[in-house]
């Protein structure tokens, strides 16, 4: 299959007081199509910028984006976006936020189908019985669950998701982690999403990217996770490479992310290299060493 | 002290006896001109307990004076809201807008109806006969407009930029984002607006009627003050701050509806 996302030498610089603050730098991914690809990397390394550059909110400094063969230029409903808050608007009911996006994607259909999709999603999320309440009567679950739902109702060409289940507590995350995955199984979505969680990358990835500390963050190394799918959570943990991989990730956030270190070779089943295996990252790693040395 | 059950009732009726008292011991002895209270009442009855009879063109019920004023202040406040609320917004949308006018505005906003009505008239003595409603409609809706205009304006700048994403996502149109976005959002400050304009639009009809003679609460004040009729100048001015009264709470009402929303 070929490439359905591809981020090519993306570049996000803010201008500051004091000079020009180069947040990612020369950032390369390619995602194929029905993918599901997290990002993960330290606080403040540059994850969300990269992603609020996919969904088109924040503007590209260098570099650009292709989605399913056409450059992306600013927002659009093609992509369905998912952030820590659902951003829901509180003067509307869950249908009726639902409703807002199916209205403007599905302007051809009629007003009884255009319903039906929003009551669909609903439900499959779980909020058949709460679709017509106000979001401030409804649980910070369950809002973020409306979230989902708007996303999915769009019927985008990817779903990009930035900590979506970050505020929520562990056993609502792991219930919503399971909502979200049997939806993205069921509508053979390409899938970009930042987490902090590696356990949760781990359960729900095929592949997880990990960044480099900013600033000039960009991909330091990509991690195959093959276990079979559909996922069960329970045979996810048991399997004989989960902790192999979770304590890779972890030592890649807790050291390598840092030091920019060449990569050490590690043996790990199909741990694919970076992708511009003659990019930056290693030129830097390696003046960071010459200078040391 | 336990608090008791008609707290809410019984208090402001010992406000009010206070005041009671102070205008009687008044009356009394240093204001002679300023009828007691009882003397107010008696010759204001006739006003009170037919409030609806029409006796002569500037003799007629507290309450139908009061529906006249009513009707007046209405058409001028809807044309503020008219004029003020789209006014808010491009205030609030654009910078360039605002660099353009608000300084204008600022100068505008703190000149008193007094001066305001005047010019009103100039502006329609070609209307004849119309000319001292349309004078006063102008003045109402200059000066009540500014709360509404002002209200508005921090309103749509106080819309948090998740909203407007969700409108940028959607790439929802202009008429849409505004409907479905920037109203809604910014519905409860502009309903602060609306109220504290009502309560200007009611200031300034009485001027605006007291100045043209125009029938209604302040022309009828204007009238029997010229008449040396006192007591109806007392009359007028509980019903004024009455109906005043009454008037915000309405919108307060209102405005909590949206607050909530
Ligand atoms: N508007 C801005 N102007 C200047 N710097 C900014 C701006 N927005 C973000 N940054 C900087 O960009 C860097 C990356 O921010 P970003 O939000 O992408 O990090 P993140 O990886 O998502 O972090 P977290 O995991 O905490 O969400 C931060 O150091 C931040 O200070
Ligand atoms: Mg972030």
């Known amino acids: 299959m070929s490439d359905y996302l591809v981020i090519d030498n993306l570049t996000k610089i803010y201008p500051t007081p004091k000079g020009d603050a180069v947040i990612v730098k020369d950032f390369n991914l390619r995602i194929k199509k029905g993918e599901f690809v997290c990002l993960i990397g330290h606080s403040g390394c540059g994850k969300s910028t990269v992603l609020s550059m996919v969904t088109g909110l924040n503007e590209i400094t260098g570099g650009g984006i292709i989605l399913a063969g056409k450059e992306l230029v600013g927002p659009g409903p093609d992509r369905g976006i998912v952030f820590q808050s659902p951003c829901l608007l509180p003067w509307m009911t869950a249908f009726e936020n639902v409703m807002l996006g199916v209205d403007q994607v599905f302007f051809t259909a009629d007003k009884a189908e255009r319903k039906q999709i929003a009551e669909y999603y609903l439900s499959v999320v779980g909020l058949a019985d709460s679709m017509h309440k106000k979001p401030a009567e409804l649980s910070q679950g369950m809002r973020q669950r409306v979230g989902i739902a708007r996303a999915f109702a769009l019927s985008p060409k990817m779903l990009l998701l930035d900590e979506p289940f970050g505020m929520l507590d562990s056993l609502t995350r792991m219930e919503l982690q399971q909502v979200l995955i049997e939806l993205w199984r069921r509508d053979k979505k390409t899938a970009l999403m930042v987490t902090h969680d590696v356990d949760e990358a781990l359960f729900l990835a095929d592949r997880i990217v990990c960044m480099t500390n900013g600033p000039e963050a960009e991909v330091g190394e990509i991690l195959e996770v093959h276990f079979p799918r559909p996922r069960d959570r329970k045979a996810v943990l048991e399997h004989p490479d989960y902790y192999k991989l979770r304590e890779h990730l972890i030592a890649f956030l807790e050291e390598r992310a840092h030091k920019k270190l060449p990569k050490t070779k590690i043996d790990l089943p199909k741990s694919s290299p970076p992708q511009n295996p003659n990019g930056s990252a290693h030129r830097k790693a390696l003046n960071v060493l010459l200078n040391h040395a | ?218 022309g009828f004040l204007w009238q029997e003050y010229n008449s040396l009729i006192y007591e109806h100048i007392i009359l007028c001015i509980i019903t004024i701050g009455v109906v005043g009264f009454v008037l915000d709470r309405l919108m307060s009402l209102a405005e909590s509806k949206f607050k909530t929303a």
Do not use: H
Not at chain 2, 34 to 42: A, D, G, I, Q, V
Not at chain 2, 51 to 62: H, L, N, S, T, V
Not at chain 2, 157 to 184: C, E, G, H
């Open chain 2, 1 to 218: 002290m336990k608090s008791f059950k008609l707290d809410w009732l019984v208090l402001p009726l010992i406000g009010a006896g206070i005041v009671l008292l102070l205008w009687q011991i008044s009356s009394a002895t240093w204001a002679k001109e300023l009828p007691s209270p009882l003397k107010t009442w008696e010759t204001s009855k006739p006003y009170i307990v037919e409030p609806f009879a029409k006796r002569g063109e500037m003799d007629q019920g507290i309450l139908r004076f009061t529906w006249y004023s009513l009707i007046l202040v209405a058409k001028g406040y809807a044309l503020a809201l008219l004029i003020g609320t789209p006014l808010g917004f491009f205030l609030g949308l654009s910078k360039t807008f605002t660099k353009i006018f608000d300084p204008i505005i600022q100068v505008l906003r703190p000149v008193s109806p007094l001066a305001w009505l005047p010019l009103g008239l100039v502006l329609f003595m070609g209307a004849g006969k119309n000319a001292s409603e349309l004078g006063a409609l102008f003045t109402i809706a200059i000066c009540a407009m500014w709360p509404t205009v002002l209200n508005t304006a921090v309103g749509v700048r106080a819309i948090p930029q998740d909203y407007l994403n969700v409108a940028k996502v959607l790439k929802l149109s202009r008429t849409k984002t505004l409907f479905k976005v920037l109203i809604p959002a910014a519905l409860p400050y502009m309903f602060t607006g609306f109220r504290l304009s009502l309560g200007i639009a009611w200031l300034v009809i009485v001027a605006a009627e007291m100045l043209t003679g125009r029938p209604g609460v302040g």
